[in-house]
T-cell receptor, first 112, second 111 residues
Framework: NAGVTQTPKFQVLKTGQSMTLQCAQD?????MYWYRQDPGMGLRLIYY???????DKGEVPNGYNVSRLNKREFSLRLESAAPSQTSVYFC???????????FGQGTRLTVV | DAKTTQPPSMDCAEGRAANLPCNHS???????VYWYRQIHSQGPQYIIH???NNETNEMASLIITEDRKSSTLILPHATLRDTAVYYC????????????FGTGTQLKVEL
């Protein structure tokens, strides 16, 4: 049972490049989340999706877009990467109507 | 969702109980208290949650005050592997729950 899988694990981008971070869960969860964590800081919510077909902004959505492709997959896109987006990105999913969430192993993104 | 306040850091001797406090004075009647921990840059891990009764599982105990304005996570016999950042979150469950984290408490367990 894989849980929450994020790809890639590491990525280096040049300023202005675009990329998509992929996330998939196999637990049939309705809710999915994208967070970023800067060094020494807590997690900040970028976007979340309460169910398939819905997405909503979190605390720090600027510079990002998301797609809830189906119930399993929730992707995060950086259209024009900036050095300020250097961070560790975590995807998570939770069972319907609960805060009991499972997290992926993280994607370490560096923008130079 | 109600905001939470946690001390930024705590120390604990290995084998002793670690008591991590959390204030959530604006909690509403249908908000649960959840605890997560994050060990050195891994993804956060769920520990325990409760509404108003005390809860215990194989990882920890959760004590919620009668007025629900604060809670304490208890790790009964802390080990070096419990060194982590611990996050207290209050959350309305049901529907589109938005799971947001604060800055947490850095717990350091020492010999």
């Amino acid at each position: 049972n894989a849980g929450v899988t994020q790809t890639p694990k590491f990525q280096v981008l040049k300023t202005g490049q675009s990329m998509t971070l992929q996330c998939a869960q196999d637990m049939n969860h309705n809710s999915m989340y994208w967070y970023r964590q800067d060094p020494g800081m807590g997690l900040r919510l970028i976007y979340y999706s309460a169910s398939e077909g819905t997405t909503d902004k979190g605390e720090v959505p600027n510079g990002y877009n998301v797609s809830r492709l189906n119930k399993r997959e929730f992707s995060l896109r950086l259209e024009s990467a900036a050095p300020s987006q250097t961070s560790v990105y975590f995807c998570a999913s939770s069972a319907p109507g609960t805060g009991f969430a499972f997290f992926g192993q993280g994607t370490r993104l560096t923008v130079v | 969702d109600a905001k939470t306040t946690q001390p930024p850091s705590m120390d604990c001797a290995e084998g002793r109980a670690a008591n991590l406090p959390c204030n959530h004075s604006t909690i509403s009647g249908n908000e649960y208290v959840y605890w997560y921990r994050q060990i050195h840059s891994q993804g956060p891990q769920y520990i325990i949650h409760g509404l108003k009764n005390n809860e215990t599982n194989e990882m920890a105990s959760l004590i919620i005050t009668e007025d629900r304005k604060s809670s304490t996570l208890i790790l009964p016999h802390a080990t070096l592997r419990d060194t982590a950042v611990y996050y207290c979150i209050v959350l309305i469950t049901g529907g589109g729950n938005k799971l947001t984290f604060g800055t947490g408490t850095q717990l350091k367990v020492e010999l």
